[in-house]
């Protein structure tokens, strides 16, 4: 038996749960641009955009947006890849920055596991969204 999992069960686990998350939110993955507003607790609110930027039989390409009017350190930007197939989705850049494949040698600008930073990053970005709640009667 092995006494620690090998570090891409756990990533395909992330990938396989933010893709259910994904699913739930994105209605499917059917519309080309979905707009949210979340519900915060101190009667704020943020802007949540998610725009298709491409689209085959198996993948689908996203943008994930979020607006935040207190703090420009707040908004971000991601790129997703979702695999219809596999029903996976994987982060692909946060902020125009790309994680540097296992392959590669490290670099001082990121760390070893920048990749599972970003999918984790993801989870609990979803997660806060399911928690927070999503107004209903927005409309863009």
Known sequence: MLKKLP????????CE???L??????????????????INPNSSSNSIS????QRSRHTIMVEAKQNVNYGV????????????DAKVAEVISYQGEKAIPFFVGITK????DEKLQQNRFLTEWLESIFITGINPNINF
């Open 109 to 112: 600008s990121q760390s070893k």
């Open 7 to 14: 570090k891409t069960s756990h990533q395909l686990s992330i």
């Open 73 to 84: 350190y707040n908004s971000f930007i991601l790129r997703l890849q979702i695999c219809i």
């Open 21 to 38: 998350r994904l699913k739930k939110i994105l209605n499917g993955f059917n519309e080309d641009r979905y707009l949210f507003e979340t």
């Open 17 to 19: 749960a933010n893709f």
């Open 50 to 53: 998610f725009n298709v930027l």
